[in-house]
């Protein structure tokens, strides 16, 4: 099983870039399994159409408005992703959404079965390449919780 975890955010606009961030904590840790393959989104583009639709499974990280404190932190598994991306289309610097990417890759035939989306609540997006100290604080916990997904799919594969 490949596994693609996928960073999204600008590390230039604060709490935005906390994706990467989650990103930069993980390689900072104990090596990931060698199915996992990390990529750094960045702010989205058309070309990350081609690594999910090569994925078995996707794990994205990303900032997102999800009603809760700043810093508070969501897993969304399967279907319960997809209704989070169709009924959030939130407004950002991304040049492409994950809705349009998820569209692309629907069209294409393939939208990894197995997708989860970890969504950190920003408290800043503003010019600033430090993170909030709420959302620096979720760091720590978003990259464990992405360690004990990818254990889990791993183990059930």
């Known amino acids: 099983m490949k596994i693609l975890l996928l960073g999204i955010g600008n ?3 604060t709490d935005e870039g906390v994706g990467v961030h989650v990103l930069q904590a ?4 104990a090596p990931l399994p060698e199915q996992v393959e990390v990529l750094d989104g960045g702010t989205l583009s058309f ?3 081609g690594p999910i639709q090569d994925a078995d ?3 994205v990280v990303d900032a997102a408005r999800i009603g809760q404190a700043a810093g508070a932190w969501q897993l969304l ?3 319960q992703m997809d209704e989070f991306l169709l009924g959030n289309r939130k407004s950002s610097v991304h040049e492409v959404g994950l809705t349009d990417l998820r ?3 629907i069209l294409s035939g393939h ?4 997708r989860a989306m970890l ?6 997006i503003d010019w600033g390449e430090q993170l909030s100290p709420e959302v620096a604080s979720a760091v720590p916990a978003v990259a464990q919780a992405v360690r004990t997904l990818v254990r889990e799919w791993l183990h059930e594969a």
């Open 57 to 59: 499974a996707l794990i």
């Open 26 to 29: 993980l390689a900072a840790g």
């Open 119 to 124: 969504a950190i609540e920003p408290k800043t």
């Open 77 to 79: 598994q399967g279907q």
């Open 47 to 49: 070309t990350l159409a």
């Open 11 to 13: 590390t230039l606009l």
């Open 103 to 105: 569209a692309i890759a």
């Open 111 to 114: 939208w990894p079965k197995q």
